[in-house]
């Protein structure tokens, strides 16, 4: 899921992501209170709708920022932990605003616009996190 109401900035990150070649559908929300409602859909559909497994938002937008978004997904019981969540910045004290709680959810900080080095540390660790995943589901 890409959350940013740059709608350059979203293109531009959508473009690299695909590109990498993993097969992946990508949500994209330009209004971080849409995207929140998709996450209330995801609570009713009881399995019906996919949790992404990479959350990559901005943090500055209006109605409410990166942070507030997670803090307020957080407080709805949305499952944060089973994320790989990615803050996008054009700003690099974007963490500082961050309670330390929320803080600790965000894997990483990146600065906009996205490289393709920033690309491939998030499929590496998604794969990581699947090679995990798969290693403890045998045992």
Known sequence: ML???????????RIKLQRHGQPSEILSYDCPIEALSWFEEWKLSNGGLRLPDILLLDWQMPKMDGF???EEAFERGIPL?????????????????ATEEIRSK?????IKPLSRANVDIIFTNQALKEQVWAYFGQH
Request: proline fraction near 0%.
């Open 106 to 110: 965000v894997r990483r900080r990146f």
């Open 3 to 13: 959350i940013d109401d740059d709608l350059v900035s979203q293109f531009d990150m």
């Open 81 to 97: 932990e089973e994320m790989d969540i990615y803050m996008a910045s054009s700003y690099s004290n974007c963490l500082e605003k």
């Open 68 to 70: 507030e978004f997670l």
